[in-house]
């Protein structure tokens, strides 16, 4: 039964390859302002939620521990996509790129062993390192480096990593208290992410071209929105129900580590072409991955 979850997790990741598809595809008809980037995260994970509680009957649960993971969850999202936009104002796209997706890696992978009780194993070292490796191998030379975008990189390798261990630490619930379902859960903190980018909304500025967008141009931004936010919030539920039958320090060196591979195969795609870079990423991804598997 358990392999069914590894299935699922490679699916989870297809899906965040197909969703950074359509992240493009909005940002090619709205730009990349902060204003249109909190409106894209607003709508899509409102849209997903309002799906997702129609199939549920309307019938959310909440319970004080879940609204408190999901209320640091919803801040560490808003925070880190600020944070981003400084980063990407002096071109620090695979700095920023990289900062994101080791937090990611590193914190809940040690969440995992020291806290969740996750066995440790030597193919599990082999697989944080070669995949963290993946990840220093995209890094783009001559990127600025100056000591206000160390601290934002950190901030965003911080709040990226924590809110994945958030994420572990209420599905493994430790102190046993009154916790809600993955349904309500991920409908709850997708839900707060589109309250503080609401709120967040309100005090930005409003983009100068936004007024000389056509309704065809709506139509695709918010048909990009919907899709994006589908593909985004099962991809969340989907680890939210990993979680329950896979350790951290499994799941999420898969899901980076796969997502790095299947995001330079979008790129092949989208007429990127192969590069040696990209060879060396699929070999440090597939191995490190595949050193999961050793018994010790």
């Not at 839900?191 to 503080?196: Q, Y």
């Amino acid at each position: 039964m358990e392999i069914f979850y590894y299935l699922l997790l490679f699916g989870i990741c297809v899906l965040m390859t197909i969703r950074s598809v359509f992240h493009r595809l909005y940002i090619s008809v709205s730009g990349s302002s902060p204003r249109s980037t909190y409106q894209f995260s607003m709508l899509s994970t409102l849209i997903f939620s309002v799906i997702m509680l129609v199939t549920m009957g309307f019938k959310m649960k909440i319970t004080l521990f879940s609204l408190l993971v999901s209320v640091f969850i919803g801040l560490a999202n808003v925070t880190c996509i600020y944070l981003a936009f400084k980063v990407l104002e002096e071109g620090g796209l695979s700095r920023y790129t990289l900062f994101l997706n080791l937090g990611g890696l590193v914190i809940p992978f040690f969440y995992g062993l020291f806290f969740n009780g996750d066995a440790w194993t030597v193919g599990k070292i082999v697989c944080l390192l070669l995949v963290g490796a993946a990840l220093f191998v995209n890094l783009e030379k001559g990127e600025p480096m100056s000591f206000r975008i160390k601290l934002y990189s950190v901030a965003i390798f911080m709040l990226n990593g924590l809110g994945c261990a958030a994420l572990s630490f209420h599905q493994s619930n430790p102190f046993g208290v009154p916790a809600v379902d993955g349904d309500s859960f991920t409908v709850l903190y997708m839900l707060l992410n589109s309250l503080f980018g609401f709120i967040i909304l309100l005090f930005l500025p409003r983009d100068k071209n936004a007024e000389k967008k056509d309704k065809k141009e709506t139509g695709k931004a918010l048909l990009y929105t919907a899709v994006y936010g589908l593909l985004y919030g099962f991809g969340n539920y989907g680890m939210a129900v990993c979680l329950l039958h896979i350790d951290p320090s499994y799941q999420f060196p898969i899901i980076t580590g796969g997502g790095v591979l299947l995001a330079g195969i979008a790129g092949l795609i989208f007429g990127e072409k192969i590069t040696k870079r990209f060879c060396l990423t699929s070999v440090l991804v597939i191995v490190g991955t595949a050193a999961l598997l050793l018994p010790f």
